[in-house]
């Protein structure tokens, strides 16, 4: 199974908004809604922030969100904070049962 | 609270076993599926184990290519386990348990431990 493919690094200035892509293929992205989205800072565990494309647990700040078209999924941060700087990884289900995530995304506030 | 506490982890040689451990606290740990993800150093996330509640009788379990037929996934009431086996130098990493968001599908990880580190080297 391929890891889904994200941009390495992505930049914004504190109060704009920045997206973030998830490109996989018809064995998992395109063929689900199970895509999620988790949050980790250095030396840290992660953390979820969206499930199922677009659903948020709680206590996450409506300021994340996420969305999917065919093979490709995309997590918006809007409002940049300086405490969203962090590493942002997508996972998503499988035709074969599994799971895979994304490479992983390093966002810069600038 | 939801708690999950991971220990285990250590130093193996190439070839070597190795049994991690999570206990669970703060939730009906039976009702729950749970993940194994590890994260090399300075890599990114890889899912590898999935094993359902074990709240109705058996359990089911999935493994990544990278991992089946050399990882085995169990769990009893209180803790979760992954028993590592004919362990190589790429196995080296960081392992989190995880308690998956959804039943009867491996979905997403909404509570996540402190993680262990796992080094192969000789």
């Known amino acids: 199974q391929s890891a889904l493919t994200q941009p390495a690094s992505v930049s914004g200035s504190p109060g704009q908004s920045i997206t973030i892509s998830c490109t996989g293929s018809s064995s998992d992205v395109g063929s689900y809604n199970y895509v999620s989205w988790y949050q980790q800072y250095p030396g840290e565990a992660p953390q979820l922030m969206i499930y199922?494309?677009?659903n948020r647990p709680s206590g996450v700040s409506n300021r994340f969100s996420g969305s999917k078209s065919g093979n490709t999924a995309s997590l918006t941060v809007s409002g940049l904070q300086a405490e969203d700087e962090a590493d942002y990884y997508c996972?998503?289900?499988?035709?074969?049962?599994?799971?895979?995530f994304g490479g992983g995304t390093k966002l810069t506030v600038l | 609270e939801v708690q999950l506490v991971e220990s285990g982890g250590g130093f193996v040689q190439p070839g070597g076993s190795l049994r991690l451990s999570c206990a669970a606290s703060?939730?009906?740990?039976?009702?729950?599926?749970m993940n194994w993800v590890r994260q090399a150093p300075g890599k990114g996330l890889e899912w590898i184990s999935y094993?359902?509640?074990?709240?109705?009788?058996?359990?089911i379990t999935y493994y990544a290519d990278s991992v089946k037929g050399r990882f085995t996934v169990s769990r009893d009431k209180i803790a979760l386990y992954l028993q590592m086996n004919s362990l190589r130098d790429e196995d080296t990493a960081v392992y989190y348990c995880g308690r998956d968001i959804a039943l009867g599908r491996v979905a997403a990880v909404d509570y996540w431990g402190q993680g262990t580190l796992v080094t192969v080297s000789s």
């Open positions: 703060g939730f009906m740990f039976s009702r729950y599926s």
């Open positions: 996972s998503s289900y499988t035709t074969s049962s599994t799971l895979v």
């Open positions: 199922d494309v677009s």
């Open positions: 094993i359902t509640s074990s709240d109705t009788s058996g359990t």
